[in-house]
């Protein structure tokens, strides 16, 4: 993305996780009602005029997706809650909107969202723009993964260094250099014992070599609008990434796995068919 310049594939998985709430069924993976209002009316207007233009098979998959990736996320940081964490970082926030709809088992936590000098902002004033108030837990880090340094940026946030936190990176590795991701592993991995990262990433187009792999259609989207996919793994490499950075376990969510838990019944959005995300624990 360009320096300057908010990201627009932040704001469009916005849109992505609007449209989820009004054309798909219920219940819903991801109840996410704030994404409505930060879109315009007419916008809404126009997706529920056309709602098949929204339900081509790339378009439902893509829509899966960036769903499930919150709802595994958020599912994932209920559990750590409660085993006591009372910390939560979302990297790359975007304009994620769970802090803004948090429930009410997340209200004891301290959350920092750190994002982009200027896609934050940008957010920040859409928030302003549409009467969405900031709550008194969460506050902002702006930050360039690129060229600062994590750890220095998380001690000048409010957070307890002394004690674990949940950590939130989704649909961000993939935009960032091999090398810039092997740093944010080792900042991550020297928080405090029980630190845990649930993370999304692009997987090496050899190892998707015979699949249906839409993957490759979005990243070459991305690259046009000036977001190009710089990041991929196979499963062996990442593991071995964030074992090497200090992780003592790494899991991925199986699809099948996914399938059962949150796509029982459903013949809107299709269940994943690789793997895509994961955890990881001090």
């Given at each position: 993305m360009r320096e300057d310049q908010s990201s627009g594939t932040a704001l469009g998985v916005t849109v992505i996780r609007a449209v989820h709430q009004l054309i798909d069924n219920i219940p819903h993976i991801l109840e996410d009602p704030i994404s409505l209002q930060l879109i315009d009316s007419?916008?809404?207007?126009?997706?529920?005029?056309?709602?098949?233009?929204?339900?081509s098979q790339s378009m439902r998959a893509l829509r899966s997706h960036v769903v499930l990736r919150s709802r595994y996320a958020e599912d994932s940081l209920f559990e750590?809650?409660?085993?006591?964490?009372?910390?939560?970082v979302s990297l790359g926030a975007g304009y994620d909107t769970f802090a803004y709809r948090q429930p009410v088992w997340a209200q004891t936590l301290k959350m920092v969202e750190v994002d982009h000098p200027a896609t934050q902002p940008s957010k920040i004033d859409l928030l302003k723009q549409k009467g969405i108030k900031v709550p008194e837990n969460v506050e902002f880090l702006s930050l360039d993964f690129e060229?600062?340094?994590?750890?220095?940026?998380?001690?000048?946030?409010?957070?307890?260094?002394?004690?674990?936190v949940f950590v939130a990176c989704l649909g961000v590795l993939a935009y960032l250099h091999v090398e810039t991701v092997r740093k944010m592993f080792r900042c991550i991995a020297k928080l405090p014992k029980l630190t845990r990262l649930a993370f999304t990433f692009a997987m090496n187009t050899m190892e998707n070599q015979g699949q249906d792999d839409q993957s490759q259609t979005l990243s070459g989207r991305m690259a046009t609008r000036g977001e190009p996919w710089l990041a991929r793994f196979d499963l062996e490499d990442l593991k071995y990434e964030l074992n090497r950075s200090g992780f003592s376990n790494v899991w991925f969510l199986d699809p099948s796995e996914a399938a059962t838990k949150y796509y029982g019944g459903r013949d809107d959005l299709p269940a994943p068919r690789k793997v895509t995300m994961g955890q990881a624990i001090i």
């Open positions: 007419a916008l809404i207007e126009r997706i529920l005029q056309n709602p098949e233009r929204y339900r750590a809650i409660q085993s006591g964490m009372r910390q939560f060229k600062e340094n994590l750890e220095l940026g998380l001690a000048r946030t409010a957070l307890d260094p002394t004690r674990p």
